[in-house]
């Protein structure tokens, strides 16, 4: 029961690290959307539909990230009292857990979206861009699992 508070904690105080450097924030959230729609040659019309949805992902996911970072400031503070209440702490856990989700299905409706809007050639230099990001320094943060693995 102690490691699992433990990791709890440990994972709660890498996250509030990573919350409090405006500059790390920015690394997690990926490349700039400007820069890929650039790289994929975007039409005028493409990129007037593309920034639409990722501002529409932006204000849909701004209140969950401020959500979550609360969210892990509690989870913090019930893991670091003297004696922490197990239940409690994973029942906070949980509740940051299903923030994450739904941070995760925002950034997958808005992927989905935004390779709609792309043409063949476009949609392939996007998934191999998507998957270059997955299985790079930030891979932690950008991975979907693949079909039928266990994640």
């Known amino acids: 029961m102690k490691r699992i508070v433990l990791a709890l904690c440990i994972t709660a105080a890498a996250s509030l690290a990573l919350a409090q450097e405006p500059h790390m924030k920015m690394r997690m959230m ?22 639409s949805i990722h501002q529409q ?5 701004e209140p969950l990230h401020q959500q979550l970072m609360t969210a892990h400031q509690q989870l913090e503070s019930l893991a670091s009292a003297s004696n922490p209440d197990a239940t ?12 994450e989700q739904q941070v ?4 997958e409706a808005a ?10 050639d476009q949609k ?4 191999s861009l998507h998957h270059d ?5 930030m891979e932690m943060h950008m991975r979907h699992p693949e079909p039928g693995s266990r994640e």
């Open 104 to 107: 995760k299905a925002a950034h």
């Open 124 to 127: 392939a230099k996007f998934d």
């Open 30 to 51: 990926g490349p700039d959307p400007g820069e890929i729609a650039a790289t994929l040659g975007l039409s005028a019309d493409q990129k007037v539909q593309w920034d």
């Open 133 to 137: 990001m997955a299985h790079g320094p």
């Open 88 to 99: 409690a702490v994973g029942k906070q856990f949980l509740a940051a857990r299903a923030i």
């Open 111 to 120: 992927h989905q979206k935004l390779t709609a809007l792309l043409t063949p």
């Open 57 to 61: 992902l932006q204000a849909s996911v």
